[in-house]
């Protein structure tokens, strides 16, 4: 056995937390303890064993053969192409994949549309109100905590970035929690105030809150007067109020609506006193992916590259990009593992180039399956928290070939093509 | 095209930084640099009856940073009316990408457009530190120009804590370390303190001795522990200032208090069109611009920017959340704000410049002022804080604005006239740019104001950054398209075709400093900071740091 080696600072992509103080344990390639990491955590590194397989149609390849062979498939396909963009890249693999989308006139899309369009939908009418985590960890005298209680989902989001005893704006001001539960979506049981509410009432109820906040009145507290006047009360008194809320919220049918009545209501705190909605994001580089797309196109999920330009096609996202034709081919970039559920129906008899780690361990079949690395274990780069910041990945464990790298070569095939 | 070497032939040369003021003459090319001659024989592009000037260097823009991107995402109408096309390379080149345009282009059509308009250098004018790994990553995705940006300090808790403690010592070891840290090229300060005040629930500072909490921390002392750090730095640019109370009717006596301040520093006062209002008996908004350029006149450690609004859509983006905060509340545009953790703000509002808008065709007004009252072009550079004051891809129009008097009193006739009474302007200004104060707003003097030394001219030894131009009456077709672009010697653009996209270069610095602050900061950091001490400084940076001194 050899000696263990210890990697530090290492930046968690477990979920949109991002934690990047977790210290790795690696004794013979494998990792072996994940200090402070939490469950999600510690999933997220496993062993930090991934195979290293190249295989073209279910055989094991040379990898300029499997390169050659993806290439001609996606150049060769004829009708139209669909690329997603995984979560468990680096921002230059994403970076890459997207290249090859707009190179081959693809359909692009990633997880954030399954899980996070509305709201992105709703920043994008309205703009927002929001604040990296560190404001909210050093200002927040009132967390608000929206139908959510972070601890299932974002373990270490109160430790690390709201809960915290020494933050630099809070002397003489304790922090206080409020917890809001509404339906089956439960705030956290820790808090200084409790408030219920049902489902059906909740929009009237944020509106009323607002409008009473900005002083005035709707009238309509759907029968929630007296708690709402306590609410209204209590945030009234608070200098910077941060609003934690779940971006990828399970309850689909409330979360747009949802969504856009918390980025009024955190907007218009603003003013005599601050505040911020703080949107929790899940794992991976969901964030990073989010952006790249952005930068590139203008456009954060849902491009359609066929015309030879990004156009924005939200209302045709995810699974109902299927629902219309059938694509000639697909490109998967990131774990297959990854991909919505409601999307993999749709890939049976299409033909498919995955690229992205455990690639060779897709749940469909795939032409050429390319396995990579996972960001942040074993590819270095750079990665986005929830909250938009950048954050550095390190390499801790040694994996195949990086997936920047892989697809990198890809688009200058596809590239060279074009002669 | 891509030798080596390459002779422009005959074209009219204006380079003021040597001198040359519409000779003819060539201008050789070899591994990227100006030199004096090439051997025979050598390809060339015949410039015969052009104009012939460096490439254009832009020294504020906002163009590669996650508050522009926070923008681009809050903006998918205007992406969605100017789609951009992969434009056509070479064939034996790396095909282009496509993108979308609006005030706030894809990064890709950020670097095409900006070629296409015979621009080789642009600096994004404010990027938080914990956003510089975010900025690298775009400026990786924006080809042609060289790029580099500067690191919002005036707002940052730590260093606040040292003019609080009255260290400035230790001030100047941050902000250098700050500077490696991120890789970033020059000290930005926006709003000094005013940013603070606003994350903490106080009115925004709007003169230059209101306290920030404690006596000792107010605008002032954040500005000269920041312009002297810069100086002893010896950084080549000073200081980059976005003074306090930006827009504000009677803005101009923070303006003034500022630069009487800081008077006898090398410092730059950045956007300066929107700190140049006065205030009437109203209470309105009248136009300063004649005050606050005699001063700058008279100054010559100080240099400017215009930060000239342009007629048409705008977005407004910037640290200045405060600012951003009073204009979404009169707008009632759709608005963004960001609290950058320890370190800065963010705060974006749509907007439109109208022509027949009072205040608008003020903001238009103060900037024309500033141009034709300067006396000294190599201070009074070109800019429109792009997108905030207009898209650069209006720097053509605003040149014509500059070079053409019938051009610009026919727009003087158009806008709405309520504000500008009494204005310099309105009274008939009859200065005329030339061709060569062209040349020095647009190239010589941003990249001396830079202390870019191989930027801005065609000496020996220069980056062979060159854009051809053909004469035209109609000066701002003239402008908007080059004969030829040539970019670190590779020609980029022919006659508005874009012909190759090589990567630019990353413009930044790692200044020496006493590691001893390091020790400090690092408790700051682990007390406060939400990011590892460890994984704060930018690593594995493309481009060696440019040397100082």
């Not at chain 1, 759907?222 to 934690?244: F, H, K, P």
């Not at chain 2, 000073?238 to 003074?243: D, G, R, Y």
Request: with cysteine; aromatic share 6%; net charge negative.
């Amino acid at each position: 056995m050899t000696e263990a080696a210890r990697v530090a600072h290492v930046t968690c992509l477990g979920c949109g937390c991002a934690c990047d103080d977790i210290v790795l344990t690696v004794r013979d390639g494998r990792i072996v303890d994940a200090e402070r990491a939490c469950p999600l955590g510690v999933a997220w590194f496993g062993d930090g064993r991934v195979p290293g397989a190249v295989q073209v149609d279910g055989r094991q390849a040379e990898s300029r053969v499997a390169l050659d062979a993806a290439a001609e498939l996606l150049r060769g396909a004829r009708g139209r192409l669909f690329v997603f963009l995984g979560d468990d890249l680096t921002c230059a693999a994403q970076r890459a994949a997207l290249g090859i989308a707009d190179r081959l006139g693809a359909v692009a899309d990633g997880v954030v549309s399954e899980t996070a369009a509305d709201g992105i939908l709703a920043a994008q009418r309205r703009g927002r109100a929001g604040a990296t985590l560190g404001e909210v960890r050093n200002r927040a005298d009132l967390v608000l905590y929206w139908a959510v209680d972070p601890d299932a989902r974002y373990p270490r989001y109160r430790e690390r970035y709201a809960g915290h005893p020494s933050a630099l704006h809070l002397h003489h001001h304790a922090r206080t929690v409020i917890s809001v539960s509404v339906g089956a979506d439960a705030g956290p049981p820790a808090a200084d105030l409790h408030f219920e509410l049902r489902p059906e009432r909740e929009i009237a109820v944020l509106a009323e809150l607002r409008a009473r906040l900005l002083g005035r009145t709707l009238g309509d507290a759907a029968g929630w007067g007296a708690e709402l006047t306590r609410l209204a009360e209590r945030i009234t008194r608070a200098r910077y109020v941060a609003i934690v809320a779940d971006g990828e919220s399970a309850s689909e049918e409330r979360s747009s609506d949802r969504t856009e009545a918390l980025i009024a209501l955190a907007q218009a705190l603003n003013g005599p006193a601050r505040a911020a909605l703080s949107t929790l994001r899940g794992g991976g580089n969901r964030s990073g992916a989010e952006a790249v797309m952005t930068w590139q196109t203008g456009f954060p999920f849902a491009v359609d590259f066929s015309r030879g330009y990004p156009r924005y096609q939200p209302e045709v996202r995810g699974a109902a990009l299927f629902e219309r034709r059938p694509f000639a081919a697909v490109l998967v970039a990131g774990a297959p593992a990854s991909l919505p559920q409601a999307m993999r129906p749709a890939f049976d008899g299409v033909p498919t180039v995955v690229v992205g780690p455990r690639a060779s361990e897709a749940p469909f079949p795939s032409r050429v399956a390319i396995d990579t690395g996972v960001a942040g274990i074993h590819d270095a780069g750079v990665a986005l928290r929830m909250d938009d910041v950048p954050l550095p990945l390190r390499a801790a464990v040694s994996g195949p070939p990086s997936a920047a790298g892989v697809l990198e070569r890809l688009a200058a095939l596809l590239a060279g093509g074009a002669r | 095209m891509s030798a080596s070497r390459l002779r422009i032939v005959g074209g009219t040369v204006y380079d003021p930084a040597n001198g040359t003021d519409g000779q003819v003459r060539d201008v050789c090319i070899q591994d990227g640099r100006i030199v004096a001659d090439v051997p025979h024989g050598t390809p060339t592009l015949d410039a015969r009856g052009m104009v012939v000037m460096p490439g254009g260097v832009d020294i504020h823009s906002h163009l590669a940073s996650s508050a522009c991107n926070h923008g681009r995402r809050l903006l998918p109408e205007e992406h969605a009316a100017d789609p951009a096309a992969a434009p056509e390379l070479d064939p034996d080149v790396a095909p282009a990408r496509s993108g979308t345009g609006g005030t706030l282009p894809s990064t890709f059509t950020t670097g095409y457009r900006y070629a296409g308009l015979g621009y080789t250098t642009v600096f994004d004018a404010a990027v938080a530190p914990i956003t510089a790994r975010h900025t690298h990553e775009e400026f990786d995705d924006t080809p042609i120009v060289d790029g580099g940006f500067f690191v919002l300090l005036g707002n940052d808790e730590y260093l606040l804590r040292q003019v609080e403690a009255g260290d400035r010592n230790r001030a100047r070891d941050y902000a250098a370390w700050m500077i490696g840290a991120t890789g970033a090229y020059a000290i930005k300060i926006v709003n000094a303190g005013g940013i603070q005040a606003w994350k903490s629930g106080q009115r925004n500072l709007t003169e230059i001795d209101e306290p920030l909490g404690s006596s000792r921390v107010t605008p002032r002392a954040i500005l000269e522990t920041l312009t002297d750090a810069a100086n002893e730095l010896r950084l080549p640019h000073p200081v980059h200032v976005h003074c306090n109370n930006l827009g504000a009717a009677g803005n101009v006596k923070t303006t003034m208090e500022t630069m009487e301040a800081l008077a006898g520093r090398r410092v730059h006062y950045t956007h300066l069109q929107f700190h140049c209002y006065g205030r009437n008996a109203d209470g309105g908004w009248t136009s300063a611009a004649d005050r606050v350029i005699d001063f700058v006149n008279s100054d010559r450690t100080v240099s400017v920017d215009v930060g000239q609004v342009m007629f048409g859509p705008a977005t407004t983006l910037s640290a200045d959340a405060p600012a951003e905060y009073l204009l979404q509340a009169s707008s009632g545009r759709k608005w963004v704000n960001i609290d950058v953790e320890l370190e800065t703000g963010c705060g974006i509002v749509p907007y439109r410049y109208r022509e027949r808008a009072a205040m608008s065709a003020l903001q238009w007004a103060v900037g024309l002022e500033l141009f034709l009252l300067s006396e000294d072009p190599w201070r009074v550079v070109l800019s429109t804080d792009h997108p905030n004051g207009g898209s650069f891809m209006s720097y053509p129009a605003l040149i014509q604005l500059l070079m053409d008097r019938g051009a610009r009193d026919a727009m003087l006739k158009r806008v709405n006239p309520r504000l500008l009474a009494g204005s310099v302007l309105a009274d008939g200004l009859s200065r005329e740019y030339t061709l060569n104060e062209i040349a020095i707003v647009t190239r010589a003097g941003p990249a001396r104001v830079l202390g870019l030394r191989h930027k801005g001219h065609l000496g020996v030894g220069a980056d062979a950054d060159v854009t051809v131009y053909t004469r035209d009456s109609d000066i701002a077709r003239m402008f908007a398209t080059p004969r030829y672009v040539v970019k670190g010697g590779v020609l980029v653009v022919e006659e508005g075709r874009l012909r190759r996209a090589p990567a630019g270069r990353r413009l930044r610095l790692d200044p020496g400093y006493d590691a001893a602050v390091l020790r400090d900061v690092r408790r700051h950091f682990d007390a406060y900071a939400t990011v590892e001490f460890e994984n704060f400084p930018v690593r594995d940076l493309r481009d060696a740091p440019l040397e100082i001194g």
